[in-house]
């Protein structure tokens, strides 16, 4: 407690921000820009390594790029990582941090599924999952038909029956399933059906307080996909979900201050992928829209306020 006390007195430290360019998506926008020039944003060159690394990466492009991160800081950190092809590198950052924290996850998509190769787009919660600091994941938000049918789609489910990880989305119907199970946060199972507790109908400051009293470590790391808002607040490489711009906000303050948070990183931005790995082009072409989104000015406005805001409270 004496610890807590003396850590609650010390002087907040300004976070520090730093954008990972793997794809040109960022830099230019005058928010990022701006803050880059200005010194308050290092911008680290990776677009040697963006086309290995996008959708998914081999293990030994995955370790280039961890090697090539800074150290971690002691104030809080910021990460840009420009399209969500990349939110697989968020277990990088995540496993740079040594204490116990648990991962607050807002996306459309649950990246909850076994893949090959394993440091995939849809599949680094289950890395994150497996690192002995973790606690927990919760995720926020979804509303992708990943959660339709998963029994049959890979999902990690022992991760979801544990209560290691929660998924709340923002609406899903019901989902069959094979097996029963107790209940935990964000969904009952029984009589071969998954209800989903769908955060749309629910009281947000609500959810919000229950979530933070039961998190497990003191400490968070909030990582969030554009692809979770609606297409009036983004525009992204994915399908898109419905959580509105204004509520995403209130979670990040809310958050802030019911824990201490170690870091944040926001991906979510568009940008042309020009994929030439043939799995790549075939997944992209399985699973992503086929025309690029209209209004890429809409990542500027939700950028900038999303930086501001989690300059202000973190």
Not at 8 to 16: E, F, G
Not at 88 to 96: D, F, G, S, Y
Not at 179 to 188: E, L
Not at 232 to 255: F, K, R, S, V, Y
Request: hydrophobic content about 40%.
């Amino acid at each position: 407690m004496a610890a807590e006390r003396r850590a609650s007195l010390a002087p907040k430290r300004a976070p520090v921000l730093t954008v990972l360019d793997l794809d040109g998506s960022q830099p230019g926008q005058p928010p990022i820009r701006d803050r880059i020039e200005t010194g308050a944003a290092v911008r680290l060159d990776l677009r040697d390594m963006g086309r290995k690394l996008r959708l998914w990466a081999w293990d030994c492009d995955y370790a280039a790029f961890a090697r090539r991160l800074p150290a971690p800081t002691a104030a809080p950190e910021i990460f840009l990582l420009g399209s969500g092809d990349y939110h697989h590198l968020t277990a990088a950052l995540i496993e740079r941090r040594a204490e116990p924290l648990t991962v607050i996850h807002f996306d459309n998509h649950p990246d909850w599924a076994w893949t090959y190769p394993r440091r995939h787009c849809g599949s680094w919660v289950n890395a994150a999952l497996k690192m002995p600091h973790v606690g927990r994941v919760v995720t926020i938000g979804c509303c992708s038909n990943d959660l339709a049918k998963f029994d049959r789609n890979g999902q990690n489910l022992a991760a979801l029956r544990s209560g290691r990880l929660e998924m709340h989305p923002w609406y899903r119907m019901p989902t069959a399933i094979d097996q029963d199970s107790a209940p935990v946060p964000g969904h009952t199972i029984a009589h071969g059906e998954l209800a989903w507790t769908n955060l749309a109908g629910e009281d947000w400051t609500g959810f919000l307080a229950g979530l933070i009293a039961r998190l497990p470590t003191d400490a968070i790391w909030i990582t969030i996909d554009k692809d979770v808002l609606a297409r009036e607040d983004a525009a992204t490489n994915w399908d898109q979900g419905a959580l509105p711009l204004h509520l995403l906000e209130q979670a990040i303050a809310t958050l802030s201050r019911g824990r201490r948070v170690l870091g944040a990183d926001l991906c979510g931005d568009y940008s042309r992928a020009g994929y030439r790995h043939p799995m790549k082009i075939a997944e992209a072409w399985l699973d992503q829209p086929r025309r690029a989104p209209g209004n890429l000015a809409l990542n500027e406005r939700t950028n900038a306020r999303l930086l501001a805001l989690l300059e202000d409270v973190l």
